[in-house]
């Protein structure tokens, strides 16, 4: 199963501590885990110099974005959409948070130089003569996103976990000092090849996703393993215009492969004024969460929504995927006018674990280890990496009372070198996209199938 855009259950309590790296602070094992994993901690190399393989960026974040980053903002949404084709199945929910596949890329590239580097810079629309303007851009949406609308729970965290089983790794000092400052990520040594080491991970993951995802690994990863990237993204909103659970009732669904099922389907009570659009291929209804602003000649303005795109009569979820671009999404947004319009959607809940490697192939981002060579040092030199794998846990929970959507994104890292009411009824397969208005940032996409129905 699987699904779609741009938001991120109960709180899971985690007592082991977390040590946030500093700028000159050491990777250490923290004392809970080494306690339980027994010696381990890293070897940089007796009194060698550590050696970085080239210059580290030092970006920063600013608030309000230029002109010019609102434009990176809107390209990177490209990337989004291109990955998002690659990744979806006939007939199956998806559900993806580009934004979190945005950030593991970036810090990457961070690390990284070469071909290896500008074609992560370049698929996420950036120029690859200025990879510093990326960095900037995530670090400021990182500070800015969770802090603009008081009513929605958005939290984001970066983490890189260094094999502290392997003791002659060492993380390049300024490759640290530059996560923690551009992408407030914890850094540390854990043993990734044990159950404890395992655990203490999947710790983090429930922490940052207030136990929405609980874990990310089933078992202790491989000794080879050298070190993993990991971004959290979680997501908690009320609608602006809630459902009334009073009406909630079973609707069939039309599937595209002509089977109905039957779907608990929430309508609103009355018609309400929604941003709305619509095409030969598709309606469109913007759902609001959060605060909303009134605006002149009675428009209304959220920093936070989901974007339903219902295709018409003899169009498919396929279809709308295939318009879909940055600059198509962008024109619909801003070409979206209040109308009076009746809706009603499932409620529906969408769990999916998504291999993101052989997408990422297709989108032509090779992963040279020779020059991934920024981010771990053997005995105070640069040591190339491969990317074993690279995956992510998305859910998300659509109901009555508003959206809760979490992702966590892993790579792993081994050896290697006129009021007119609109009615929009989606009782078939739909587009969604959770979107931050001011910047058009997606933070989540993904399609409903029905294919799995949550009657409760």
Not at 200 to 225: A, H, M
Not at 349 to 370: H, I, R, S
Request: net charge negative; charged share 20%.
């Amino acid at each position: 199963m699987k699904q779609l855009i741009i938001l991120l259950c109960a709180t899971l309590c985690v007592t082991m501590s977390f040590t946030a790296c500093g700028e000159d602070d050491e990777v250490v094992v923290p004392n809970s885990a080494q306690s339980e994993q027994g010696q381990g901690g890293q070897d940089n190399g007796g009194d060698a110099e550590p050696v970085a393989p080239f210059e580290m960026l030092m970006p920063e974040a600013n608030w309000p974005l230029t002109d010019t980053q609102l434009a990176q903002a809107s390209r990177m949404n490209d990337f989004a959409f291109r990955l998002f084709r690659e990744l979806q199945e006939p007939d199956k929910s998806l559900v993806l948070s580009p934004l979190s596949i945005d950030y593991a890329l970036s810090m990457t590239a961070l690390g990284a130089e070469g071909a290896t580097r500008d074609s992560i810079v370049k698929a996420l629309g950036f120029d690859v003569t200025e990879p510093q303007a990326m960095h900037n851009l995530m670090a400021s949406l990182m500070q800015y996103l969770p802090s603009v609308d008081e009513n929605v729970n958005i939290n984001l965290a970066n983490a890189f976990y260094l094999n502290a089983s392997r003791t002659e790794l060492s993380v390049n000092p300024d490759y640290q000092k530059t996560l923690k400052e551009t992408y407030l990520a914890d850094c540390e040594a854990v043993k990734t090849d044990t159950q404890e080491g395992i655990n203490y991970i999947n710790n983090w993951c429930g922490r940052q996703t207030n136990g929405f995802i609980p874990k990310v690994f089933d078992e202790p990863l491989s000794s080879e393993n050298v070190c993993l990237l990991l971004n959290a993204i979680y997501f908690k909103g009320d609608w602006y215009i809630p459902f009334s659970s009073n009406d909630t009732y079973d609707y069939s669904f039309k599937r595209e492969d002509n089977t109905s099922v039957m779907v608990p389907m929430m309508s609103m009570a009355r018609n309400v004024h929604l941003s709305y659009g619509e095409s030969e291929l598709f309606q469109a209804v913007r759902l609001p969460y959060g605060k909303v602003d009134e605006w002149g000649g009675g428009e209304s303005l959220s920093s936070f929504g989901m974007t339903i795109l219902l295709p018409c009569e003899g169009k498919t979820t396929a279809d709308i995927l295939s318009w879909l671009t940055a600059e198509h999404f962008a024109d619909l947004s801003q070409q979206m006018k209040t109308e009076e319009v009746f809706v009603s959607l499932p409620r529906f809940e969408t769990t999916v674990t998504t291999q993101l490697m052989k997408a990422f192939e297709q989108l032509n981002l090779p992963f040279n280890e020779a020059e991934l060579r920024g981010l771990v040092l053997s005995n105070g030199q640069p040591r190339g990496l491969h990317l074993s794998d690279a995956f992510q846990c998305a859910r998300i929970k659509v109901n009555e009372k508003g959206t809760e959507a979490a992702a966590v994104t892993v790579m792993n890292y081994t050896d290697g070198m006129p009021i007119n009411t609109k009615t929009v009824v989606a009782d078939h397969p739909f587009v969604y996209l959770l979107t931050e208005q001011q910047t058009g940032t997606i933070l989540f996409v993904g399609t409903y199938h029905a294919e799995e129905v949550q009657n409760s």
